[in-house]
């Protein structure tokens, strides 16, 4: 790579850290499974990243050719130093980005999505538990016409048996 390309790859990896909201994602994890899984790539994406702001964005150091000169003699010299400004280092061209880019979108969408719902199922399960903690402390003086009140369904459900001479026999 280019010393411009490896540049630019850095930048972008920048800008992407500074996008990504780990806090974010790290509160929508329930299980340690996901949570180990989660530091581990945290990790490696901070791994590799670091990598990409340090190792590869520094220019190589220039070589000093008179040193080489005075040393191995002119000739032999000139010859690697012309083969190695022959050399071309082809420009990265990223064909995975466009490809994968809108199906990690679509997945952020989703996971969103997901994470709404989990929510909205996670207050209904608090209520229930609530609503079950409450009726556990009223079990042993409740009457039946009392709990009745709270699920009528049961009420209309011991009424048909009855009705129907179904006495579960």
Same mark, same amino acid.
């Given at each position: 790579?280019s +010393?411009?390309g490896v540049k630019? =790859?850095? !930048?972008?990896?920048?800008k992407?850290?500074? &996008?990504?909201?780990w ?6 994890l =329930?299980?340690d #499974?996901?949570?180990? !899984? ?5 990790r490696a994406?901070?791994? =590799?990243n670091?990598? /990409?702001q340090?190792?590869?964005?520094? #220019? ?7 040193y ?8 032999l010299?000139d010859? %690697?130093?012309?083969?190695?400004e022959?050399i071309e280092?082809?420009? %990265?061209? *990223?064909t995975?980005t ?6 990690f979108?679509?997945l /952020?969408v989703?996971l969103?999505?997901?994470e709404?719902? &989990?929510l909205k #199922?996670s207050?209904r /399960?608090?209520?229930?538990?609530a $609503? =079950?903690?409450e009726?556990?402390k009223?079990? &042993?003086?409740?009457?039946a016409?009392?709990?009745? $009140?709270n699920h009528? !369904? ?5 009424d048909?048996?009855?009705?129907? *001479?179904?006495? +579960?026999?």
């Amino acid at each position: 790579m280019s +010393g411009n390309g490896v540049k630019k =790859v850095a !930048e972008v990896a920048a800008k992407a850290t500074k &996008s990504i909201d780990w806090d974010g994602m790290a509160k929508a994890l =329930v299980s340690d #499974e996901a949570r180990k !899984e989660f530091a581990n790539l945290r990790r490696a994406f901070d791994e =590799v990243n670091s990598q /990409l702001q340090t190792k590869f964005s520094q #220019e190589p150091e220039p070589i000093d050719w008179e040193y080489y000169r005075k040393g191995i003699g002119s000739r032999l010299v000139d010859m %690697y130093k012309e083969a190695y400004e022959s050399i071309e280092i082809p420009k %990265y061209v *990223d064909t995975v980005t466009p490809e994968y880019k809108p199906k990690f979108d679509a997945l /952020l969408v989703e996971l969103k999505e997901a994470e709404k719902q &989990s929510l909205k #199922e996670s207050a209904r /399960l608090e209520k229930e538990i609530a $609503e =079950v903690q409450e009726m556990k402390k009223k079990i &042993s003086t409740m009457t039946a016409d009392e709990y009745f $009140e709270n699920h009528p !369904e049961l009420k209309q459900k011991f009424d048909d048996e009855i009705r129907n *001479d179904n006495w +579960g026999y």
